[in-house]
Structure formats: C-alpha cells, structure tokens
C-alpha cells in the first residue's frame, strides 16, 4: 500500500520532469549549446575528467568561456571548488540531501548564468550509480564512468545506469596493472548485451589515454546537434 | 507542491520503517543474533571483505553454518553467487531497481532463512553512498566501506552515511603507494567531527592489513549485544 502510493506520486513527477527536460533540450539547441549530463560513483573521476576534458576542448580552440558547468553535490562545495579554481564558469547545485538531479534544479541552477552563451554545458551529477539515471535532466547525451578499482563486473548489478547512457567512459586505467582480474573485453560484452549502441571509452586522466578520442567524440556529438 | 507530497509520504513510509526495524532487531538479539549492515560505493570491496571478516571469524571458532548473510543486488545475483560459492549460508534480495534496503525486504530475505540460528548475519546493501544509510534494516550496527581508489574527500560531500555508521572501514589500502594524495588523517579528522563517536579501521583484503583488529571489533560488538 505505501509502496504504491510512492510508485503513484514518483509517475506524477517523472512525467512532469520528461517534458520540462525536452524543453530544456530543445531552448539549448536553439543556442546552439550542447549539454552533456557525466554520472557515475563516487569517486569514479568525474570531476577529474571533466576538467581533463575542457582543457581539451580549449586546445582544440574552444574559449574556456564558451564552456559552463552545473556541478551538483549533497551538500558540500569540493568539486564546485576545484572546478571554479580552474577558471571555468560553473554554479554550484546543492540538492540538500537527494540523491538526484531533476530538471526543477538543473533550470535553477541554469538561470544563475544569466543568459550567458556556451558551446557546451557540463552536469557533473550526484556520485550514485542507481539513481540518477531514472530522472531526465534535459541533457543532450547523457554518459557514465566506470573507474577500474571499482571493478569490470557492474553491468548486471547496475543495469538501469548502463541502459540510460550513450557511453560508458572507463576511467584510472592506469591501474589496470593492479587489477589483473579486471576483464576490460567481458565488461564490452556485457554493456553491449544492455546497451547494443553503447561506445566505449578506456581513458587515464592521468596519462591521458583515450583523451583525444573522447574528445573528439564529444565534438561529434556537438555537430550532430547543430546540423 | 509535487516535492512535498513525495516528503509526506516518505516521512509515513519512514515511521513505519523505524517501528518494523526496532522489533526486528529486539528479535535477533533474543536469538543472540548479531547483525550488522555494510554500505558503501559500488566497488569499494563490500563482499570481498564480508568474505575475509567470515574467514577470519571461522579461524577464531565460529563455525561457518552460524553466520548468515542477505546480499542484496538491485536485479542480478553477481555478488550472491560468490557468497555462495564460498559456502556462506545466504539469500538473495533482488530489490528490482529500488536503491535501497528497507524493513520489508529485510524481513522477506531473513523468512527465506527458515528460523536458523546464526551467530552473525550480515547485509551487504546496495552499493549505493547515499540512499541507504536513511533507511533502517534493523541491523544492530551499521558500518561503511570507503577504498582509497574513491579518494579521501568524502565526508563533506556525502555526510548522510558518514554520519549514520559506527564504523569507516578505510579499504583498498595496498592502493595507497599509488595514491600519494590520499590524506588518511584528514579523513579521520574530517569523520570525527562529523561523527565523534565514529571508528576507523585502515584494511586490505589483500595484504591482510587491518582484518584482525576490524574482526576483534565485531567480535567485541556482538558480546556487548549479548550482555
């Protein structure tokens, strides 16, 4: 019985959240700004590789202006810190607890840029790999990072994730060699099993591996959305 | 409007929850049954470790058919089957996606048991640092997993579990030559004063390092429940 009531009320709200999001979607494409929503665990290297992403971006002749960030946490400031440190336009969303972001938060959290031009909008998401793969936040590509200490086999025990994203990006791959039971080719298999669209990512923000094809990709999915 | 009908009806299911909880726990005790609930991060070592703490009591006289573990999963039987395997009396709670545990399933899993006698039953909940330390199992002591390779900064950034467990079982700690930025001691620091009361066990499953004093707790955890 309480457990209906919940599945009731959380329809309610994911329906109103779906079409706040494709309005989201659709004002941002008019900018002709991409929004590209990053989840994972905690701790998997999110903000990390954001950071190693828009510097990227920036050599390739993106203006670090043309870049923004929503960077959402519980409830502290310690990526929002990091990200603002290095100089890029971002606002920190404070969920106060929920283990999500929603579309009501991400506009919230969009109007304190004031109407300030992107190419692209980075959501750094809540560290959770249930959760906020359930809630549309009006991204243009949603994607998920797996660290390797974490381990290859989270396919089948977090299915909704890896059934949500575009692409799986596989982070700290320098420590593959710690982790000689990580089986880089069954954890393909698998998200592919799921995910038959799925691209796949093995990156190392700290030697850069698979840094320029990721790279590359997120431009891709830019001009997609432009043409 | 919509947030606040999902808080009344959560603030119900809550109630319920902490009354069902408190009788389950008075329950086992009776039985002298000591139970304990493990959260963490997916990956961060939940059943590697549950499988080493078994070993270890079994080395000092438990023997293995007086411990019980409920391992739950949101949809796949991964992690149950290595218990399994291992020859660890267990049942799979399948939660279909939802990213907790609460009292229900709980005491669905434990019916499975059939009224066995267990010296320690452990949950292996949702790999999950956010949702589940809301919800009571009924378990008598609650302890989470943080490993290295997740980073040190967590207590700010998801203060709910932090604050919710008895324990901080520091794991992956053969990884720490590899994370020179890993701060130990601001992580206690940083736990203590968020959770005064809060122990911190520093452990590898691998190495060994740190699984005797973390079994000698438990072990000191059940005798004060059965005085």
Redesign the interface.
Known sequence: M??M??VE??R??LA?NDEKADAFRAMLAERSTFFADIMA????GKTTLLLALIKKLRERGCELDRMGVIEA????M??ALKIKEAGVTSVELNTK?V?HVEM?MVERAFSFFENRAFDYLFLEN??????PSEFDTGAHCRVMLL?V???Y??V?????MFAAVEALIVT?C??LS?NPDFDMAALKRQAAVLNSGIKVFVTSARTGEGLDELTTWFEGRRHALLD
Chains 1, 2 share one sequence.
């Open positions: 309480e457990e009531r919940v009320v959380k309610d709200i109103g665990s905690p701790g998997a946490d519980l409830e502290s310690v990526d607890g283990c009501g809540i560290g959770n790999l249930v959760c660290s200490p974490e381990g086999d989270k089948y025990k977090y299915p909704p700290k320098d420590y710690l």
